[in-house]
């Protein structure tokens, strides 16, 4: 009887030899990994190591020189591996590069704003020198923001996108550029909005606007500073029109409380740093380019629809009104501040004499009631609003506001032009034609480009 071959032996061999290639496979891959893992992270040593050297931020001025701090955070890494590098550091010099003789080199925080944006444009074109900053959050639709940037970006002016509280991006932006002044417009807006988000008003107007400060102290030389405070801080003031020599420690709004708290601020940097400082409160400013989240958009947007809109009246029943100023006349009044700006006297974060201290109303000196608001859009669109009258919540907003600009028509011949029906004309043709509306506006009122408004 014949027996089958036996295959218990080459059963094993095989079996062994396949866990001997199963170790060596482990082996190999453990290897690689090791491999890969010290390839990444020696070529990471090397960007790291190439960024710091190349682009590091500035360091506070010693001895009268300028040395380089050779430390940094990940977050100014980041903003020098996607900010930095020589084409960046070229279109900063080339956009705050002024263009006429004795011209000026700004930094225009919030330049993708609406007060920003105008102020921007009016600067470049008459050959000023203008760099604009601006974290483009969402406060309202960023579109917007984007579409003035590229309106900017046609005038070459460039826009950095950065916050107000990063250091080490300020830092490295005075160190490319020599600026001669600051125009720090850049806030986070809203009465109403304080009660949902207080801490990005804290943030933006407190801390945003002490690091800046910081930054322009240590500049050698410093710049003036010219800065938007706010009507607001009127508060439960009842003197009528508001003047500067009123009291303003009675802030109704959060918003109000961060923009006097900016010129406390502003006093003590002033005082111990010998900083040039300009503070103007501005007064409801409305225009082309503006900010969706004011009454004169919202309503224009919800006519347009056929939406009903709230009209508020005080609790007391009485009108509730505003000193509606338009922005051109806004523009006029910053670069005037600008304009007649004295020299800051400090350097190096040292004060060396008393330095200029100013603050200003900007505002049209008209009140009018938004009834009177509605009734002009309604004659400009061609329609019959549909208003709810309800009783002015209480949120922080005050139910009227009067500038008094007397002493800015003084300093600097600050003297506003545009009455309401003038500008919210000016606007209404601007809304329709940006947001390609077909309507029942008035014939004058089709749609035509309008760029530099």
Request: proline share 5%; net charge positive.
């Amino acid at each position: 009887m014949a027996f089958p071959p036996d295959t218990s032996k080459n059963s094993k061999l095989e079996r062994y030899n396949s866990y001997i290639r199963r170790v060596n496979s482990s082996k190999l891959i453990a290897a690689s990994s090791k491999l890969l893992f010290r390839a990444t992270l020696m070529v990471a040593l090397i960007l790291i190591f190439f960024f710091t050297i190349n682009y590091p931020p500035l360091a506070e001025s010693s001895g009268g020189g300028r040395r380089r701090a050779l430390h940094t955070t990940g977050h100014s890494l980041l903003a020098a591996t996607f900010s930095g590098g020589a084409a960046w550091e070229k279109q900063v010099q080339s956009s705050a590069t002024p263009r006429r003789q004795n011209g000026m080199s700004v930094l225009v925080t919030g330049a993708a704003g609406f007060v920003g944006s105008h102020c921007s444009l009016a600067l470049k074109k008459r050959g000023d020198g203008v760099l604009g900053l601006d974290n483009f959050n969402a406060y309202y639709d960023p579109s917007l923001k984007r579409a003035r940037q590229k309106l900017l970006e046609k005038h070459q002016i460039f826009i950095v996108e950065g916050d107000l509280n990063d250091a080490p991006l300020l830092s490295k932006l005075f160190d490319i550029v020599p600026f001669t002044h600051i125009l720090h417009l850049a806030a986070q807006a809203g009465v109403r909005y304080a009660m949902q988000n207080p801490l990005s008003y804290v943030s933006s107007n407190i801390a945003g606007f002490v690091n800046l400060l910081e930054v322009a102290k240590k500049a050698d030389p410093q710049p003036a500073i010219v800065w938007a405070s706010s009507s607001s801080v009127y508060g439960l003031n009842t003197k009528v029109p508001f003047s500067e020599n009123h009291r303003t420690d009675q802030p109704a709004s959060l918003y109000a409380a961060t923009k006097k708290a900016g010129e406390e601020i502003a006093h003590t940097y002033n005082h111990i740093y010998g900083l040039s400082l300009t503070g103007l409160r501005f007064f409801t400013v409305y225009g082309p380019w503006g900010r969706p989240d004011m009454a004169y958009f919202f309503f224009t947007k919800d006519m347009l629809q056929g939406k009903p809109i709230n009209v508020y009246v005080t609790q007391e029943d009485k009108e509730v009104a505003r000193d509606f100023t338009y922005i051109d006349d806004v523009v006029k009044g910053c670069v005037g501040a600008l304009d007649t700006a004295e020299k800051s006297t400090g350097s190096g974060g040292k004060k060396k004499g008393p330095a200029q201290l100013r603050v200003y109303n900007l505002g049209n000196t008209s009140p009018v009631s938004v009834r009177k608001l509605v009734s002009i859009l309604e004659n400009l669109l061609s329609i019959k609003a549909k208003k709810n009258v309800v009783k002015m919540p209480r949120n922080g907003d005050v139910p009227f506001t009067h500038a008094n600009v007397s002493l800015a028509y003084k300093d600097f011949g600050y003297k506003p032009t545009t009455d309401l029906s003038s500008g919210l004309r000016k606007f209404v043709k601007w809304y329709v034609s940006y947001y390609g509306i077909q309507s029942r506006v008035k014939t004058e009122l089709h749609p035509t480009h309008q760029s530099d408004d």
